[in-house]
Antibody, heavy 118, light 110 residues
Framework: QVQLQESGPGLVKPSETLSLTCTVSGGSISVYYWSWIRQPPGKGLEWIGYIYYRGSTNYNPSLKSRVTISVDTSKSQFSLKLSSVTAADTAVYYC????????????WGQGTLVTVSS | QTVVTQEPSFSVSPGGTVTLTCALSSGSVSTSYYPSWYQQTPGQAPRTLIYSTNTRSSGVPDRFSGSILGNKAALTITGAQADDESDYYCVLYMASGISVFGGGTKLTVL
């Protein structure tokens, strides 16, 4: 059974960079796309971006200037960096596996709350 | 900017049938957008219900079905149960290679 687990600081100061890692277990990181999705408290889901296991990326245009997603296949991990954060970036951040050719999210992490505050 | 629109809320009686929809701000939704649907209860990660328009994810009851209705993607729940009370999100995959979530529909079963 594939499992995804997010990890990283739960509190980030305004203007700093949010960094999260997703560790994949129970399956190979190869072949699939891997995604980050977030959900501000009480609001809907927002797609942040994808990375293919070979390293190609695609980002939400509204976040593109601040987002970097990277992958480390040797560790079965992929990571998110979001720069110049503000309170509007406070959210539960989910990582998810994306199935090629159908582009749906089939496995999700449990999510981790990141609060932006001084 | 592509906007995907869902009904903010819907209500259904136990045992009833409800259809939630997913529309594009400009243009019609077709199978080329690979519509998928997710169910989320408070405090939980989303659960995949439907992908590629009408394929049920493993373990999803057959009372959930997906389709294209007119110019929208649709999720139909037939014989609604109390534990179907959740938020439902659609996602469309754009030709540009990005995914866009709808705003979500809060479904009440009463």
């Amino acid at each position: 059974q594939v499992q995804l687990q997010e990890s990283g600081p739960g509190l980030v100061k305004p203007s700093e960079t949010l960094s999260l890692t997703c560790t994949v277990s129970g399956g190979s990181i190869s072949v699939y796309y891997w995604s980050w999705i977030r959900q501000p408290p009480g609001k809907g889901l927002e797609w942040i971006g994808y990375i293919y296991y070979r390293g190609s990326t695609n980002y939400n245009p509204s976040l593109k200037s601040r987002v970097t997603i990277s992958v480390d296949t040797s560790k079965s991990q992929f990571s998110l960096k979001l720069s110049s954060v503000t309170a509007a970036d406070t959210a539960v951040y989910y990582c998810a596996r994306v199935v090629p050719h159908s582009y749906h999210f089939d496995y999700w992490g449990q999510g981790t709350l990141v609060t932006v505050s001084s | 900017q592509t906007v995907v629109t869902q009904e903010p809320s819907f209500s259904v009686s136990p045992g009833g049938t409800v259809t939630l929809t997913c529309a594009l701000s400009s243009g019609s939704v077709s199978t080329s957008y690979y519509p998928s649907w997710y169910q989320q209860t408070p405090g939980q990660a989303p659960r995949t219900l439907i992908y590629s328009t009408n394929t049920r994810s493993s373990g999803v009851p057959d009372r959930f079905s997906g389709s294209i209705l007119g110019n929208k993607a649709a999720l139909t729940i037939t014989g609604a149960q109390a534990d179907d009370e959740s938020d439902y999100y659609c996602v469309l995959y754009m030709a540009s290679g990005i995914s866009v979530f709808g705003g979500g529909t809060k479904l009440t079963v009463l």
